[in-house]
């Protein structure tokens, strides 16, 4: 199975860009559908973006709340996936966790089976 592990969080200014990484070891990455999702405190873990296995020919799906500020690149060398995160907001503040299923790409939490630990992500105003 795969292991997957994030990196890349920390404080930034509202306005700043922030690029978080999720480096799988174990199995090929582009082997599954990936999605990234976040948990603000007393919030339940929210979609923010996913990508069909085998990259699905590079179509990815975006929360609105995010579409247009946020992008996942991938690199199949590196077995990484990131979320490049441009203009920050202070509502972005969250805990943010990579996912991987062996099925479709889900806007559900629930339908991932495998986890990263997360990687907090602070913005101030």
């Known amino acids: 199975q795969v292991e997957l592990a994030e990196s890349g969080g920390g404080l930034v200014q509202a306005g700043g860009s922030l690029r978080l990484s999720c480096a799988a070891s174990g199995r090929t990455l582009s082997s599954y559908s990936m999605g990234w999702f976040r948990q603000a405190a007393g919030k339940e873990r929210e979609f923010i973006a996913g990508?069909?296995?085998?990259?699905?020919?590079?179509?990815?799906n975006y929360a609105d709340s995010v579409k247009g500020r946020f992008t996942i690149p991938r690199d199949g060398v590196k077995n990484t996936m990131y979320l490049q995160m441009n203009s920050l907001k202070p509502e972005d503040t969250a805990a943010y966790y990579c996912?991987?299923?062996?099925?479709?790409?889900?806007?559900?939490?629930?339908?991932?089976?495998?986890w990263g630990q997360g990687t907090q992500v602070t913005v101030s105003s």
């Open positions: 996912a991987g299923t062996r099925f479709r790409v889900s806007s559900s939490w629930r339908d991932y089976e495998y």
């Open positions: 990508i069909g296995a085998n990259w699905s020919g590079g179509t990815t």
